[in-house]
């Protein structure tokens, strides 16, 4: 699971701007933040420079907390 729909919707960023800043599919940031799509660690480190570049101020750990990724490994 990821925070990125939360972090996106708190700095007033729309889907579709993220979909721009990344290059992406609107259905793949969709699927990401829906969970029916797991980011890789470069996908995270993407999404997450794109985010700060639209005026989220986040870390990695923000919108991808480790500690929900260990309970879903569990």
């Keep these: 699971m990821n925070l ?7 700095a007033g960023i729309k889907q579709k701007e ?3 800043a990344l290059g992406w599919t609107q259905a793949r940031i969709s699927n990401y933040e829906a969970g029916r799509r797991i980011a890789g660690l470069t996908e995270c480190r993407a999404i997450v420079r794109a985010l700060n570049k639209l005026g989220a101020p986040c870390s990695l750990d923000d919108v ?5 990724e260990e309970s879903q490994a569990a």
């Design 4 to 10: 990125i729909a939360e972090h996106r919707e708190k």
């Design 18 to 20: 993220l979909v721009v």
């Design 64 to 68: 991808f907390p480790p500690e929900m």
